[in-house]
């Protein structure tokens, strides 16, 4: 019986291992496409006020 309680409590902490790491693998994807995101935004807002004062300032 002792055997089987070392061979659940080994596969616990492997399935804990697999479950951190899975944990930590999507907090990097999530961070990674948020700066993605971020970065996309930041770029079309650039644009965007690009060519709202080029507008402005050739109606002037």
Known sequence: MSEMT????SMS????LNIT???IGAL???TLYT?????????TKNKV????YKEV???K
């Open 6 to 9: 070392k061979s659940n409590s």
């Open 13 to 16: 902490n492997s399935n804990k």
């Open 21 to 23: 790491g899975i944990g």
């Open 28 to 30: 990097i994807l999530t």
């Open 35 to 43: 700066a993605i995101l971020a970065s996309q935004l930041l770029a």
């Open 49 to 52: 006020d690009y060519l709202y």
């Open 57 to 59: 300032t050739q109606n």
